[in-house]
């Protein structure tokens, strides 16, 4: 299908590198006809790479830490000014834990590092759609989506104080979705990623046994970074204006499973 997004204008938040969720979604939305500008933690933006994809997809690129009012402020206007008229659709791309960055224990963690972890995953979420609801920055019908994880569900190890960001951040998308809503008919959903390789997933301890065993578990295998853009331009598009609220499960059907037959041959090898 081809330009499923044309006309529409965006904001893409978290494209680091090519590895990225957010970058594959922005040469998606890009190749679907959407407009929209690009963002990150002015930190991030100093590797220089996403300089790259701006040129790519034509657009710039706004600096700006999601944890900052101010900053989210400036980059809706600027969005905004930049793109011609309201926004349409968002992507909320980012994650980040000091205590999994820096080796912290789930039994043995930094509050203060905690707090950043929330600030950075979860409650960011929260703040960038109250800066799009006061500033009536959305329109009608536009579509909100951040990325998730499924131990938000579930138990795992190593996973630590993101589990905890993941769940505050998927109970933001169902209160935020019921005012926004009501109010502008605007949609807020998560989608939940299989273990897929990019810089933040590599940052868990233990990734590569994460990444085999939802592989072995999933009927389907691990979707791809390629695929979850895929699946996040439908839910930009007008084919699912009604879905709102939701945590969708973008994982090859990992979340509804008990045991793989291979888990099973391997354990009933080893008795
Ligand atoms: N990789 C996985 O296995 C996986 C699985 C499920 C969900 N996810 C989620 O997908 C999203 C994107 O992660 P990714 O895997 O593409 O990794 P990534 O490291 O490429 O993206 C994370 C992004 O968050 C940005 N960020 C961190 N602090 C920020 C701040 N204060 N302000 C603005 N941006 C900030 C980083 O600069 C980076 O671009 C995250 O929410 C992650 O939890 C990842």
Same mark, same amino acid.
């Given at each position: 299908?081809?330009?499923?997004?044309?006309?529409?204008?965006?904001?893409?938040?978290?494209? %680091?590198?090519?590895?990225? *969720? =957010?970058? +594959?979604? @922005?040469?998606?939305?890009?190749?679907?006809? #959407?407009?929209?500008?690009? /963002?990150?933690?002015?930190?991030?933006?100093?590797?220089?790479?996403?300089?790259?994809?701006?040129?790519?997809?034509?657009?710039?690129?706004?600096?700006?830490?999601?944890?900052?009012?101010?900053?989210?402020?400036?980059?809706?206007?600027?969005?905004?000014?930049?793109?011609?008229?309201?926004?349409?659709?968002?992507?909320?791309?980012?994650?980040?834990?000091?205590?999994?960055?820096?080796?912290?224990?789930?039994?043995?963690?930094?509050?203060?590092?905690?707090?950043?972890?929330?600030?950075?995953?979860?409650?960011?979420?929260?703040?960038?759609?109250?800066?799009?609801?006061?500033?009536?920055?959305?329109?009608?019908?536009?579509?909100? %989506?951040?990325?998730?994880? *499924? =131990?938000? +569900?579930? @138990?795992?190890?190593?996973?630590?104080?993101? #589990?905890?960001?993941?769940? /505050?951040?998927?109970?933001?998308?169902?209160?935020?979705?019921?005012?926004?809503?009501?109010?502008?008919?605007?949609?807020?959903?998560?989608?939940?990623?299989?273990?897929?390789?990019?810089?933040?997933?590599?940052?868990?301890?233990?990734?590569?046994?994460?990444?085999?065993?939802?592989?072995?578990?999933?009927?389907?295998?691990?979707?791809?970074?390629?695929?979850?853009?895929?699946?996040?331009?439908?839910?930009?598009?007008?084919?699912?204006?009604?879905?709102?609220?939701?945590?969708?499960?973008?994982?090859?059907?990992?979340?509804?499973?008990?045991?793989?037959?291979?888990?099973?041959?391997?354990?009933?090898?080893?008795?």
């Amino acid at each position: 299908m081809n330009n499923l997004l044309a006309g529409k204008r965006g904001i893409i938040f978290g494209a %680091l590198d090519e590895k990225s *969720i =957010a970058w +594959q979604v @922005a040469l998606k939305a890009h190749e679907q006809g #959407a407009i929209f500008t690009l /963002t990150n933690a002015p930190v991030a933006l100093r590797m220089g790479e996403i300089n790259k994809l701006a040129e790519q997809c034509n657009t710039i690129v706004i600096p700006a830490d999601a944890t900052l009012i101010e900053d989210l402020e400036k980059l809706v206007d600027q969005s905004v000014s930049h793109l011609g008229g309201k926004i349409d659709f968002i992507l909320h791309s980012i994650g980040m834990s000091p205590n999994v960055r820096k080796g912290k224990t789930y039994t043995d963690l930094n509050y203060d590092w905690l707090m950043k972890t929330l600030d950075i995953s979860a409650i960011s979420f929260h703040k960038l759609l109250q800066t799009l609801h006061k500033k009536d920055a959305i329109n009608e019908w536009g579509s909100i %989506l951040a990325l998730t994880y *499924i =131990a938000a +569900q579930r @138990a795992f190890p190593g996973y630590g104080d993101m #589990a905890d960001a993941k769940a /505050t951040l998927e109970s933001i998308v169902r209160s935020f979705g019921l005012y926004y809503g009501n109010a502008k008919k605007v949609r807020v959903n998560s989608v939940s990623q299989s273990p897929t390789v990019t810089t933040a997933g590599a940052g868990i301890k233990g990734f590569d046994a994460f990444l085999g065993f939802a592989e072995k578990m999933s009927p389907l295998g691990n979707a791809p970074s390629e695929a979850c853009a895929n699946y996040c331009i439908t839910l930009f598009s007008d084919l699912t204006k009604y879905v709102t609220m939701q945590n969708l499960y973008h994982d090859g059907g990992f979340s509804n499973m008990g045991v793989s037959e291979y888990v099973m041959e391997k354990f009933g090898a080893e008795q």
